[in-house]
């Protein structure tokens, strides 16, 4: 009996520790996102197949959409449809290239309310084949200040 109890100790202190080091994974990403909702860059983030899974609102404020539009593949309604060959070709072909760890290209987003903004993204290839994505504005007409801190 006292070996099963000491079995039983030693499991129930593992389990303690697991525990623990979950909640500390769980605050650090509470924490990331936190940061990513902070940010005054646009940004977004794709899984290692290029489908969005996340955008800031810093991007969702520059392009006008809500985050279920603009997930998965959503995003690209608000391309203005003359970009749109040429920025699909561009990402597929960096998506699928896992040598090419950055992508960069200006193209125009057409907002909801009728605003043309040119914009340049530039993204990263991370380690587990996601993507991490900046999206610059190079000129609007009628654009708005979005530079401001979210809160």
């Known amino acids: 009996m006292p070996e099963s109890r000491s079995i039983a100790l030693q499991l129930a202190q593992r389990f303690v520790e697991y525990k623990d080091k979950i909640e500390d994974i769980a605050a650090q990403v509470r924490r990331h996102k936190r940061i990513l909702d902070l940010c005054p860059v646009p940004m977004f983030l794709t899984d290692e197949h290029g489908k969005c899974v996340y955008v800031n609102p810093a991007k969702l404020k520059l392009t006008g959409g809500t985050l279920d539009e603009m997930q998965y593949d959503g995003w690209q309604s608000f391309v203005y449809p003359d970009d749109l060959e040429a920025l699909l070709t561009a990402w597929i ?3 699928q290239d896992h040598n090419q760890h950055t992508f960069s290209h200006r193209y125009r987003y057409l907002r909801p309310d009728g605003v043309e903004l040119e914009v340049v993204t530039e993204a990263r290839m991370l380690d ?21 801190v979210h809160g």
């Open 93 to 95: 072909q960096f998506v």
């Open 128 to 148: 587990d084949q996601s993507i991490v994505g900046f999206v610059l504005p190079t000129k609007c007409s009628g654009c708005f200040d979005f530079f401001t």
